[in-house]
């Protein structure tokens, strides 16, 4: 399609695992951004890239998360030693380069993670 | 810093009454507004946006007006329906020195009952 993607759409995975989450953005969008959303809180900014790069990664929880993004297009979070707190839904968005100000974001469906 | 504020939900209405959803907002320069909704089981999208003061965003029966007097962008529609039932997240967006930030609300809860 020509949406953003994510996968999977529900993880449930045990304390202390680990878990990647993918974003396949929509072609030719160079500018991805991940957020995290908590039952009862709002869109938390995790990780924005321009292509490859991480110019912002201030809104990573702890050093157990780490996101990566090749090629320009996919990109991947991944949550080491998982916890219950990571539980939520991670969102990916993306949007041609300097266009969020004025624009808009496209959003996929999300990725629901659940810690047991 | 730059936050969101938005009225605490859930709001229940019931259909074709009056809907206003309050956002306020604190920014350093000169941002962007935007109005995202989330619908059961779908990805956000967005649903309105002004980009400078005084501008009026409007679609499907919904407006917002940017207000810089009183830092506010607050979300009205004349006569809800059913299928208005969704989450609406209040939204800037500021440039930062390398990109375009976008900062979220908490989003506000609607139901709209028959």
């Known amino acids: 399609g020509a949406g953003v993607s994510q996968s999977p759409s529900n993880k449930v995975t045990e304390k202390g695992k680990d878990v990647e989450l993918r974003c396949d953005p929509i072609?030719?969008?160079?500018?991805l951004y991940w957020y995290r959303q908590s039952l009862g809180q709002g869109l938390e900014f995790l990780i924005y890239?321009?292509?490859?790069?991480?110019?912002?990664k201030s809104g990573l929880p702890s050093d157990r998360f780490s996101a990566e993004r090749t090629g320009g297009s996919v990109s991947t979070l991944t949550i080491q030693r998982t916890q219950q707190e990571d539980s939520a839904v991670y969102l990916c968005?993306?949007?041609?380069?300097?266009?969020?100000?004025?624009?808009?974001?496209?959003f996929g469906e999300g990725s629901r993670l659940t810690v047991l | 810093g730059n936050s969101v504020t938005q009225m605490e939900g859930p709001v229940t209405l019931s259909e074709e009454a009056f809907l206003t959803i309050n956002c306020t907002y604190t920014?350093?320069?000169?941002?962007?507004l935007f109005w995202y909704v989330q619908y059961p089981g779908e990805g956000l999208q967005l649903l309105l946006k002004?980009?400078?003061?005084?501008d009026k965003g409007s679609n499907k029966g919904f407006e917002a007006t940017y207000r810089k007097e009183t830092t506010s962008f607050h979300l009205e529609k004349g006569s809800v329906q059913v299928s208005d039932s969704a989450v609406y997240f209040c939204a800037l967006s500021v440039q930062e020195t390398s990109y375009d930030k976008v900062i979220f609300g908490p989003g506000t809860s609607l139901s709209v009952i028959p």
């Open positions: 968005a993306s949007s041609f380069d300097g266009t969020a100000y004025t624009g808009e974001l496209f």
């Open positions: 072609s030719g969008h160079t500018a």
């Open positions: 890239f321009q292509g490859n790069s991480a110019p912002d």
């Open positions: 002004a980009t400078k003061a005084d």
């Open positions: 920014a350093t320069g000169y941002p962007s």
